[in-house]
């Protein structure tokens, strides 16, 4: 079973401040890890994945995110925030196989930057 | 390119009465998703489509939901007899999901909110 956890329902951070959404998961297996933001009325914008290879991983709008195996992490980051980077924030997973391909999300993280 | 599209983006239905929603993914995107998203619930999974294969109802919550893919395109989602817990935003996404290849990226819909009175 999978299950991915983002314990923090709103972060906020001051324009120009570094930002950290957090996200941990549990799946059995390799994991496949994603970020995807969510603007109002929008469907969700895929920001970034982790496969395998380097822990850092880049993707869209300058938001990164780092892999952490054995703390079971997956936190995104961005060194300066932006007003415009006030969104929801989901984290997913995915069986690291051709199985299941289905995602399995977190709850999602408000996040809002203060200008 | 065009993105996955859906429609209606807004359906207000009275209780009992049956909804269709339709999604029309990326073009040569063979896997299509369907996910809900409730105050409740989050984002769950519904059901997944890849290509001329049996779908993986696994997420479906009721019998009363059921979705078809015509043509290996457009899907319907179908709510029967809709409740007002089915009130919800109903996401539908796709992706290339080529054999052998490592991951499934999906992209998105901007969703249809479903009002059920």
């Known amino acids: 079973a999978q299950s991915v956890a983002q314990p923090e329902d709103q972060v906020n951070v001051a324009e120009g401040n570094p930002l950290t959404v957090k996200c941990t998961y549990s799946v059995s297996g390799n994991p496949y890890l994603f970020w995807y933001v969510q603007y109002p009325n929008r469907g969700l914008q895929f920001l970034l994945k982790y496969i395998t290879g380097d822990n850092l991983v880049k993707g869209s709008y300058g938001f990164e995110a780092e892999f952490n195996k054995s703390q079971t992490s997956f936190h995104l980051k961005k060194p300066s925030a932006l007003v415009s980077d006030s969104a929801l924030y989901f984290c997913?997973?995915?069986?690291?196989?051709?199985?299941?391909?289905?995602?399995?999300f977190g709850s999602g993280t408000r996040l809002q930057v203060q200008p | 390119g065009a993105g996955v599209s859906q429609s209606p983006s807004n359906k207000v239905t009275e209780k009992g009465k049956d909804v269709e929603l339709r999604c029309d993914p990326i073009?040569?995107?063979?896997?299509l998703y369907w996910y809900r998203q409730s105050l409740g619930q989050g984002l769950e999974f519904l059901i997944y489509f890849q290509g001329n294969s049996a779908p993986d109802k696994s997420g479906l919550p009721s019998d009363r939901f059921s979705a078809e893919r015509t043509g290996g395109s457009v899907s319907t989602l179908t709510i029967q007899r809709t409740q007002q817990e089915d009130s919800a935003v109903y996401l539908c996404?796709?992706?290339?999901?080529?054999?052998?290849?490592?991951?499934?990226?999906?992209?998105f819909g901007p969703g249809t909110r479903l009002t059920v009175l």
């Open positions: 073009s040569g995107h063979t896997a």
């Open positions: 997913g997973s995915q069986r690291g196989d051709t199985g299941r391909r289905a995602l399995t």
């Open positions: 996404a796709s992706s290339t999901n080529k054999p052998g290849l490592a991951s499934d990226t999906q992209y």
